[in-house]
């Protein structure tokens, strides 16, 4: 088992996650445009208290996800506080916007959702 820690700079995204599998988790991520920053082993439990400790400070997941957050330096420096999966390390990189996009986000993201939303219904289906 192993936790993780990946990005998303088109959306601006953090994903903070838990696998049994980690390589096929990464490949279907990965395949969504997700790129990883660190995944090392860990546990379920781990994964829990940090999410129990943002959702105490008042950040929450994105619609339809417990694990995708918005990036900020505030969600980032709680993440390396909990010493969380490469968030220390990579900090710069993941608080460093892509400067080539110039997306208006909240679109951008309403059509991610919209798709991700019919994926899990498909899968319901």
């Not at 959306?11 to 996650?17: E, K």
């Not at 439990?45 to 994105?62: A, Q, R, S, T």
């Not at 996800?65 to 010493?83: A, H």
Request: glycine share 6%; aromatic share 8%; no cysteine.
């Amino acid at each position: 088992t192993v936790n993780y820690t990946m990005i998303n700079d088109s959306f601006n995204l953090i994903m903070i996650g838990v696998s049994s599998d980690w390589e096929e988790r990464e490949k279907k991520h990965k395949r969504k445009g997700w790129i990883t920053i660190d995944a090392k082993p860990g546990s379920l439990k781990n994964e829990g208290i940090v999410k129990d400790v943002i959702k105490h400070v008042g950040i929450k997941p994105l619609p339809a996800s417990t694990e995708i957050f918005q990036i900020t330096p505030k969600l980032v420096d709680i993440l390396i506080s909990l010493q969380w999966v490469g968030v220390k390390e990579n900090k710069k990189r993941i608080l460093t916007k892509d400067p080539q996009l110039n997306l208006d986000l909240n679109q951008k993201s309403m059509g991610f959702f919209f798709e991700e939303l019919q994926v899990e219904k498909n899968k319901l289906s």
